[in-house]
C-alpha cells in the first residue's frame, strides 16, 4: 500500500508541492473562514480544490492578494472560478523577520480557462 496520502493533511501547504509547482483545479465557490489559531487573519475564503497530479482534495484558503489576483483573471463571482486551473507555488518569504514558507496562487490563463 503506499502511504503517501496518510503523510500530509487536509490543507495544502507549501513543503507538499514540488520545487516548480503544481496544478489545481478549483471544485466549488468556497466557503468563509475564520481561522481559530490565527483570528488575526480575519476571515477568508477556503476552496477545495483537486491537485492534478496526485488526484487529493484539499482546502485552500486565499488571503487579499490571492483573491485580487483570481478576481482579475475570471471575475469577482466565486462561482464563476468552479472547474478553473491554478498553478499552486511554493515560496519562502519573509514575515516579520521570520522565512515562512508559503503558497503563492497564480490563475493558470493560459490553459484556456
Same mark, same amino acid.
Given at each position: 500500500?503506499?502511504? @503517501?496520502?496518510?503523510?500530509?493533511?487536509?490543507? #495544502?501547504?507549501?513543503?507538499?508541492?514540488?520545487?516548480?509547482?503544481?496544478?489545481?483545479?478549483? +471544485?466549488?465557490?468556497?466557503?468563509?473562514?475564520?481561522?481559530?489559531?490565527?483570528?488575526?487573519?480575519?476571515?477568508?475564503?477556503?476552496?477545495?480544490?483537486? %491537485?492534478?497530479?496526485? *488526484?487529493?482534495?484539499?482546502? +485552500?484558503? %486565499?488571503?487579499? #492578494? $490571492? %483573491?485580487?489576483?483570481?478576481?482579475? $483573471?475570471?471575475?469577482?463571482?466565486?462561482?464563476?472560478?468552479?472547474?478553473?486551473?491554478? %498553478?499552486?507555488?511554493? #515560496? @519562502?518569504?519573509?514575515?516579520?523577520?521570520?522565512? *515562512?514558507? +508559503?503558497?503563492?496562487?497564480?490563475?493558470?490563463?493560459? +490553459?484556456?480557462?
Amino acid at each position: 500500500m503506499d502511504v @503517501s496520502k496518510f503523510m500530509s493533511g487536509d490543507w #495544502v501547504v507549501a513543503r507538499d508541492l514540488p520545487p516548480m509547482g503544481e496544478t489545481a483545479t478549483i +471544485l466549488n465557490e468556497g466557503e468563509e473562514y475564520a481561522n481559530e489559531a490565527n483570528p488575526t487573519w480575519g476571515k477568508r475564503i477556503r476552496l477545495l480544490i483537486e %491537485l492534478n497530479a496526485s *488526484k487529493q482534495h484539499k482546502y +485552500l484558503t %486565499l488571503n487579499k #492578494v $490571492a %483573491l485580487s489576483e483570481i478576481s482579475k $483573471a475570471w471575475g469577482k463571482e466565486s462561482k464563476n472560478w468552479v472547474g478553473k486551473n491554478v %498553478l499552486l507555488m511554493p #515560496v @519562502s518569504q519573509s514575515i516579520r523577520g521570520e522565512i *515562512k514558507q +508559503l503558497v503563492n496562487i497564480i490563475p493558470n490563463t493560459r +490553459l484556456g480557462n
